[in-house]
């Protein structure tokens, strides 16, 4: 595809189950990025792939929060037990990396995550 | 953390008035990039301004960055409504190029038509 592909667009889901979010990257992008929105916010960073390298997983708020990305493909995003504050857009992006210095990152349109 | 700050928080203005929107980041960086998001959207890459460049044009964007204030802005001149969007500036979370970005709080802009 030519951008990044985020599914579910929407996702509804009960207090205390678990979702999985997906992305789809630009091929040949070897960074992926996840980052949180609440709304009327700015962008919180999650996690950060950088091709064969040990994902930066410092932004994650908690163990309920993990992320996988297999090589340098598809990534996804795997809330535990959810609560209501997990609610916000989950967004995605994919950059270049460090192969291109300073390359810009192209999002997805995110996930919206609401817990009811 | 917070590494990038912008200022105002919202902006509004008239169509063909210029906006201008502030950034302020804590520690040294390699570059300093800008990002739009319209409503229900993803971000979208505006344009990258590096550490040793001063001043920056894309189309009506200008953008200035000035290391020793660790400061930077975003002009866009003879706003259009189309231009209502948020704007976000980001840089990495140090010196270094590690390819992470971090994001500030963002300037909603609402241009009156």
């Known amino acids: 595809g030519a951008g990044v592909s985020q599914s579910p667009s929407n996702k509804v889901t009960e207090k205390g189950k678990d979702v999985e979010l997906r992305c789809d990257p630009i091929s040949g992008h070897t960074a992926l990025y996840w980052y949180r929105q609440r709304l009327g916010q700015g962008l919180e960073f999650l996690i950060y792939?950088?091709?064969?390298?040990?994902?930066?997983k410092s932004g994650l708020p908690s163990d309920r929060f993990s992320a996988e990305r297999t090589g340098e493909s598809v990534s996804t995003l795997t809330i535990q037990r959810t609560q209501q504050e997990d609610s916000a857009v989950y967004l995605c992006a994919s950059s270049l990396g460090v192969r291109g210095a300073n390359s810009p990152l192209h999002f997805g349109n995110g996930t919206r995550l609401t817990v009811t | 953390s917070q590494q990038g700050e912008e200022d105002p928080q919202a902006l509004s203005i008239q169509e063909g008035e210029n906006a201008t929107m502030n950034c302020s980041y804590k520690?040294?960086?390699?570059?300093l990039q800008w990002y739009r998001q319209n409503s229900g959207r993803g971000l979208v890459h505006l344009i990258l301004i590096r550490s040793n460049e001063r001043e920056k044009h894309s189309g009506r964007l200008r953008v200035t960055l000035d290391t020793s204030k660790k400061s930077s802005s975003l002009l866009i001149t003879a706003s259009r409504a189309a231009d209502t969007a948020s704007y976000f500036c980001a840089t990495p979370p140090g010196p270094s190029n590690t390819g992470k970005l971090i994001f500030g709080q963002g300037t909603t802009l609402q241009v009156k038509p």
């Open positions: 792939f950088q091709g064969n390298s040990a994902p930066d």
């Open positions: 520690t040294s960086i390699n570059n």
